[in-house]
């Protein structure tokens, strides 16, 4: 379709979009409402204002379209002609206008329903967000779920994301970003693999032992973080094997292949039945956490509002932070 310009001569002349830009809103709003009551009077109650308001209303309307659209006596007010036909052609799209406005404060304030489209990292996803859908889903079955797993920082708007899960530090200002529980990070092994080697009391032992690294999106092998003496320490111990994928980490962790930095959401359980060993407890960083995060406070749907009250009370139920486990590790590392 080719587009053509404006002739000189026509420039400004005004044109049928621009017309419609001016023609009043009001005007039509105030013309629907007559229609539909059958009076000024009532429609000037059903809009809430007074009568000589709609009735000036409906006038700038008739000198906008250039014709007359009600025939009014002392006794009843009714549609000319060509009345009939522009309430014909608006009346449709009026209501579109209403239908929608409903539906916006239906979505804000009605019960929550539609579709949620949620990011997480992968291995959080999997093991903690993906098993407590079905709890959310039976709580609200008239919100449909897209669960979109990639261990990157999502795009909300390219991706089309209503509410993300982010692991670590929160460095992003532009969106809300809710805590849901502090990051808990363990260096772990398998008891097997430290009768081997020995135990791990200071963070240099890592330069003599061999570790399994885990391999970010972007292609870059996460540094191990230390708080030693109040200051992050990084390091990168020996390693012949590496993962993009954490659950293989902890796999090979969990044959003796070698010690990891992970996540206590992944080693809660193995600490528990002795599957592994925490080390270093007293050098853990203290200052990350799991996130829950959405773009803006306000004017947010109910069924974003309700999925995060769930996931924020649901996860939190989940001990998460190993509390049982600690003072274990806590023993362990005194010894």
């Known amino acids: 379709m080719s587009i053509h310009p404006i ?47 709609v009735s000036r209303s409906v006038q700038k309307l008739e000198q906008q379209v250039g014709a007359r659209l009600f025939s009014r006596t002392t006794r009843s ?20 206008i209403a239908q929608a406005l409903d539906d916006m404060r239906e979505l804000r304030d009605g019960p929550p329903r539609g579709q949620l489209r949620i990011g997480a990292p992968v291995g959080f996803g999997r093991q903690i967000v993906a098993p407590l859908l079905r709890r959310f889903r039976d709580a609200y079955p008239e919100i449909a779920i897209d669960l979109v797993l990639d261990d990157r920082a999502v795009d909300f708007t390219g991706d089309r994301i209503d509410v993300a899960f982010r692991n670590g530090r929160m460095e992003d200002s532009q969106v809300i970003a809710r805590q849901i529980i502090p990051m808990q990070m363990f260096v772990v092994a398998a008891p097997d693999f430290l009768r081997e080697f020995g135990d791990i009391d200071e963070v240099d032992d890592l330069l003599v032992r061999r570790a399994v690294h ?25 390693s012949m094997e590496a993962f993009n994928d954490a659950d293989l980490v902890l796999q090979a962790v969990l044959d003796g292949r070698g010690v990891a930095q992970l996540p206590g959401y992944q080693v809660c359980e193995h600490l528990r039945s002795g599957a592994l060993r925490a080390c270093l407890p007293q050098f853990a960083p ?50």
Not at 17 to 30: D, H, M, N, P, Q
Not at 214 to 226: I, M, P
Request: net charge neutral; hydrophobic share 40%.
């Open 77 to 96: 007010t009714s549609l000319t002609a060509e009345g009939e036909i522009f309430f014909e052609n608006c009346h449709p799209g009026v209501e579109r």
């Open 214 to 238: 885990y391999r970010l999106a972007s292609g870059r092998v996460a540094d191990w973080e230390f708080k030693v003496d109040g200051r992050l320490r990084k390091l990168l111990p020996p």
């Open 286 to 335: 203290d200052d990350r956490g799991h996130y829950i995060c959405y773009q803006s406070r306000q004017q947010l749907p109910s069924r974003i509002r309700v999925f995060i009250d769930f996931m924020i009370a649901a996860i939190r139920d989940m001990d998460l932070e190993c509390g049982s486990v600690l003072p274990i590790v806590a023993s362990l590392a005194t010894r």
């Open 7 to 53: 002739r000189p001569s026509t420039a400004n002349a005004p044109d049928a979009l621009a017309t419609s830009f001016s023609a009043s809103y009001a005007g039509v709003i105030a013309f629907i409402a007559v229609v539909t009551e059958g009076s000024f009077a009532r429609a000037a109650d059903r809009l809430g204002i007074g009568r000589s308001a």
